[in-house]
C-alpha cells in the first residue's frame, strides 16, 4: 500500500481523482517505457518492483488497483465495498488516456524521459538469474551470487527469473550424460541403426561428422542463451536435416525439441513458420507480433521450403520494429533485441557473403528419424520424456549445467562451424536450379568444371559458351524441355562459379566488375562477335 496520494478518491461520492490516482502509480512504480526516440514514440506500461520491471497491460493494472485498495486494513467494509464497485466500473479507456501523465523512462536518455539501467549480459560473460540466485558464466569459471546482487547492478525483466531453485555442478560434471544432453548426443548421430533398447551413446561419436556437428550445435545452442549481441557476429541459428530435399522432408530428427528448450532459459516468442508471411505480403509487417520488449528468443519453427532469408536481413542485424494489429508498434535496438533461431526441413535459398555471414548452421543427423520408422522413441533411447512431470529436480539441474556449458563453450570458441557439406550442396542446388531442383545442372557444372575444362584446356583459352551449351544440351535434353535454354544455362554458369571460392569467371575482366554483363567476354570481327567463357580455379 502507497501512503502518498492515497486514498485518490473523493470520500464522499467515491469519485476517483485523475490526477491523484496517476500520483499514487506512479508512488508505486508504475510508468511508461519508451524504446525508441521521438516526442510521438510508442510507450509500454512498466513496473519497477524493486529493481524487477514488470511488463502491464491496461487490465492488469486496474487489478492491481482493485488488489491494492482490497489489502488497505485501515477501510471499513461499506467504504471498499464501495470503492472497489466504482473500481469494477471503471473504463480502461479512460484510463488509457489518463496513464499518458504517467512518469516515462528509457534506457537511452531520450528527451523528457527518466534514466533506467538494465543490468545485461557482457561480450565476455551470462548471467542467468535463478530464484535462489544468479548464475555467473565466464570462459573460466561458472559461479553464482545472490540475486540481488544483480539487481544491484541495474534492472531486470521480471520473465528472465526462472521459476528454479539451481543447483551448481562442478566443472567435470557440467555436461555429464543425462536426458538432454543424451538427447542432443543421438540427435547428432548419422547412420547409426537405432535398438529398442540399450543403445550405446558412444556408438558413432567417433565418425568424422559427429565431434564438429556437437560443437557446432553446443557453441550456437550457447550464442542463443547469452543475450549479448555482438556487433561482428549476430546471426540466425538454423536447425536442419542432413538427409531433407525440397521433396522430402525428414523431420523428427530432434532439432525443434532442442530450439523449443531455450524457452526454459529465455522468455521466448514462438512463431509458426508456416504462417510466416513472405515480404511482398503487407501482412509480413506482423510476423513478429509475439515479441514483446521483454522477449529473450525469437523462435521460427519449421520454414516453408521457399522462404527467403533475404527478408530477415535487417531483422538479423538492425534494430528490430515490431508492428501489432490495432496497437502502435515498438522498436527494439539491435544492441538489446533477442537473438532469433529456426528449424527448417528444407534448405534456405542464397548464396553469397551476405547469407553466409548471417547464418549459423547446425545440421542434425537421422538418428531419430531411423528410430521412428522402427516405431521407436526417443524416451526408449534416453530413458524418459524430455520437461514433463518425468523430469526430476536433478535432471532439470543436469539440464541447466548442460546448458552453462554450452555458454562457456561459445564464450570460449565463438560460433564453431561444422562442414554441413549436405546443406550446402543442397542450398547450392536450389539456388541456381530452383526449389525443386535435383542436382542435374549442378552436377553437370561441377563435371565440366574438374574434367572437361582441364583436360581440353580451357582453364587457359575459354570455350564459346554457345559451344558449352550445346555440350550440356546433349548430355542433358531432359532439362532442355523444362526450360534450361542459353540464357539460363548462363545465369546458372556464372552464379554457380561465382560462389566457389577457388574460382573465376573470366578473371582477366575482374577490373570490369562483378556480373556476368560486365564479364562479358566477345571475340571476333565487328558484326562477327560471339561470346566466349573462361572459367580458371587456384589450383590449375
Not at 156 to 176: M, T
Not at 318 to 333: A, Q
Request: glycine share 6%; aromatic share 12%.
Amino acid at each position: 500500500m502507497t501512503e502518498n496520494n492515497y486514498p485518490f478518491w473523493n470520500p464522499t461520492n467515491f469519485r476517483i481523482r485523475s490526477a491523484q490516482l496517476i500520483s499514487y502509480l506512479a508512488d508505486a512504480g508504475f510508468g511508461k517505457y519508451q524504446s525508441e526516440d521521438g516526442r510521438n514514440a510508442s510507450t509500454q506500461i512498466m513496473k519497477n518492483e524493486s529493481g524487477v520491471i514488470q511488463l502491464h497491460s491496461l487490465e492488469s493494472v486496474k487489478r492491481w488497483i482493485i488488489k491494492d485498495v482490497s489489502n488497505d486494513p485501515e477501510l471499513d467494509d461499506e467504504t471498499l465495498q464501495n470503492v472497489k464497485d466504482v473500481l469494477v466500473r471503471f473504463a480502461t479507456s479512460t484510463l488509457k488516456g489518463w496513464m499518458e501523465s504517467l512518469p516515462r523512462f528509457s534506457s537511452k536518455n531520450f528527451e523528457d524521459t527518466y534514466p533506467i539501467s538494465f543490468f545485461r549480459d557482457g561480450a565476455k560473460d551470462c548471467y542467468i538469474p535463478f530464484e535462489n540466485g544468479v548464475v555467473h558464466i565466464t570462459r573460466d569459471a561458472i559461479n553464482m551470487y545472490p540475486l540481488e546482487q544483480l539487481i544491484d547492478k541495474g534492472c531486470v525483466w521480471e520473465s528472465s527469473i526462472i521459476s528454479h531453485n539451481i543447483k551448481l555442478a562442478p566443472n567435470q560434471l557440467l555436461n555429464k550424460p543425462s536426458p538432454f544432453s543424451d538427447f542432443v548426443s543421438y540427435a547428432m548421430k548419422r547412420g547409426i541403426e537405432p535398438l529398442s533398447r540399450d543403445n550405446d551413446r558412444k556408438l558413432g561419436t567417433d565418425a568424422s561428422t559427429y565431434k564438429p556437428s556437437l560443437e557446432s550445435f553446443e557453441t550456437s545452442y550457447g550464442y542463443m542463451i547469452h543475450s549479448y549481441n555482438p556487433f561482428d557476429e549476430q546471426k540466425l541459428v538454423v536447425y536442419a536435416d542432413v538427409n531433407s530435399t525440397p521433396e522430402r522432408t525428414e523431420g523428427g530428427n530432434g532439432k525443434s525439441v532442442a530450439m523449443d528448450s531455450l524457452k526454459y532459459y529465455r522468455k521466448t516468442a514462438f512463431i509458426d513458420g508456416g504462417g510466416f508471411r513472405k515480404s511482398k505480403s503487407d501482412s509480413s509487417r506482423f510476423n513478429f507480433t509475439n515479441v514483446k520488449l521483454d522477449t529473450g528468443f525469437i523462435f521460427i519453427n519449421d520454414l516453408n521450403k521457399d522462404f527467403e532469408l533475404r527478408q530477415l536481413f535487417s531483422v538479423i542485424t538492425e534494430d528490430l520494429t515490431i508492428e501489432y494489429k490495432g496497437k502502435d508498434k515498438i522498436v527494439i535496438p539491435k544492441d538489446k533485441k533477442p537473438k532469433l533461431g529456426v528449424t527448417t526441413n528444407y534448405v534456405i535459398t542464397g548464396l553469397g557473403n551476405s547469407f553466409e555471414r548471417r547464418q549459423h548452421i547446425v545440421e542434425f543427423g537421422d538418428f531419430f528419424n531411423l528410430a521412428k520408422k522402427k516405431n521407436i522413441y526417443p524416451k526408449d533411447i534416453i530413458g524418459k520424456t524430455l520437461f514433463n512431470h518425468e523430469f526430476t529436480a536433478e535432471d532439470w539441474n543436469d539440464f541447466y549445467n548442460y546448458g552453462f556449458y554450452c555458454v562457456q563453450q561459445y564464450l570460449t570458441k565463438g560460433l564453431r562451424n561444422s562442414q554441413n557439406n549436405n546443406y550446402l550442396r543442397k542450398t547450392l542446388i536450389q539456388t541456381i536450379e530452383g526449389i525443386g531442383g535435383d542436382g542435374t545442372v549442378v552436377g553437370w557444372i561441377d563435371k565440366y568444371l574438374t574434367t572437361t575444362r582441364i583436360s581440353q584446356n580451357h582453364y587457359d583459352v575459354g570455350i564459346q559458351i554457345d559451344e558449352l551449351y550445346a555440350m550440356f544440351s546433349i548430355d542433358n535434353p531432359d532439362a532442355v524441355t523444362k526450360g534450361w535454354d542459353t540464357s539460363r544455362f548462363k545465369d546458372a554458369l556464372f552464379d554457380y562459379v561465382k560462389h566457389l571460392p577457388d574460382y573465376d569467371y573470366n578473371p582477366h575482366l575482374s577490373g570490369n566488375g562483378d556480373t556476368r554483363s560486365l564479364r562479358r567476354w566477345r571475340k571476333g570481327e565487328r558484326g562477327l562477335q560471339r561470346e566466349y567463357v573462361r572459367i580458371t580455379s587456384l589450383k590449375d
